[in-house]
């Protein structure tokens, strides 16, 4: 059964950092490129970061490059999305997301989700 729990939500201070965890399991993690998406009430879903299923390339929403980092742990199934200098703008949920492409179809999976909420 696939499963990707996200953690590490919370409210956070303008200014502050954060740091989100995704567990995956169920498939074979290093294949898959991971992605994180926000969605804020009232707006749609947004990529914010991605990593490639080797781990050599990211990708970055111009609205957090500079303040994330997206890394990969394959040896612990793990996707990490590191915030800095958080903005009320980055409140949303955040939701963890694996892909892959084959020539037959395309495989692809949802967390549940984790409230990021940047507040004083």
């Known amino acids: 059964q696939v499963q990707l729990v996200e953690s590490g939500g919370g409210l956070v201070q303008p200014g502050g950092s954060l740091r989100l965890s995704c567990a995956a399991s169920g498939f074979t993690f290093s294949t898959y490129a991971m992605s994180w998406y926000r969605q804020a009430p009232g707006k749609e879903r947004e990529l914010v970061a991605s990593?490639?299923?080797?781990?050599?390339?990211?990708n970055y929403a111009d609205s957090v490059k500079d303040r994330a980092t997206i890394s990969a742990d394959n040896a612990k199934n793990t996707m990490y999305l590191q915030m800095n200098t958080l903005k009320p703008e980055d409140t949303a949920v955040y939701y963890c997301?694996?892909?892959?492409?084959?020539?037959?179809?395309?495989?692809?999976?949802w967390g549940q989700g984790t409230q990021v909420t940047v507040s004083s």
């Open positions: 990593i490639s299923s080797a781990g050599v390339s990211t």
């Open positions: 997301n694996a892909r892959r492409t084959t020539l037959i179809r395309v495989y692809e999976y």
